[in-house]
């Protein structure tokens, strides 16, 4: 291992799944991120709250890697943010957009997604647990906007990774998309998956991710 890389986590040092100190992030003008503090153990659900516009897409951004830090540290699993790679390697982000392939099918979506991680997985039995088995072979640009919600929640579901990070999962969903939605979530906690949502929906968030958090004016404070 070379000097400048940080050190490996051991099972006999067992670290926490996320871990921010005094983390500031400037976007062009504008501060999003003051100072945030945020102690997140491994198999902890948390709901992160905030307005429109309060930075919760961001946090998420940054702790999946896709954002560096202006000031401050990070870690997620024992890695430093700014080591994207490894990082990449313990996370999976589900953007609000769902965030899918619109040219390939929902199965190509899936085998992707498991490829890229290297990962074997039952896609026929993923898309029939979202309802999506009819649509399997369907491009991703000709899906309603619930369906790719559905698409991208197998896909989180199937991955499974150690630190799933959900963007408004249950915006464009109807009720039964939204009880599938606490479904699949307390499926990834009960398997030990750290979970962070960002929602505004609070009711419903807290019953599998129960530790809410609140971002206003930059900051993190505990509900
Ligand atoms: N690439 C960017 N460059 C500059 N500013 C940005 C960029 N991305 C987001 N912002 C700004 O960051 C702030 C936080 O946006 P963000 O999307 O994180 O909010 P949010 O809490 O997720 O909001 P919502 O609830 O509406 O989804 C907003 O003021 C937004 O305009």
Known sequence: ???????????????????????WLRLGREVILRGVNLDVLPGEGITLLGENGAGKTTLLRLLASGLRPTRGEGRVMGFDLRDSRAVRDYIHLMPVDAGLYPDLSCTEN???????????????????????????????????????KRLALARAHLLARPVTLIDEPFANLDTAGRQLVLELLAELRTGGVTLLIAAHEPELARQVAPRALRLAAGILHEE
């Open 110 to 148: 899936l085998e992707f997604a498991l490829k890229m991680h290297a990962q074997t997985g039952d896609v026929a039995a993923a898309l029939r647990r979202v309802t999506l088995e009819a649509a399997a072979s369907r491009r991703v640009r000709f899906l309603s906007a619930g369906m790719r």
């Open 1 to 23: 291992m070379g000097k400048d890389q940080p050190p490996h986590p051991t099972p006999h040092a067992p670290q926490p799944a996320l871990q921010l100190r005094d983390l």
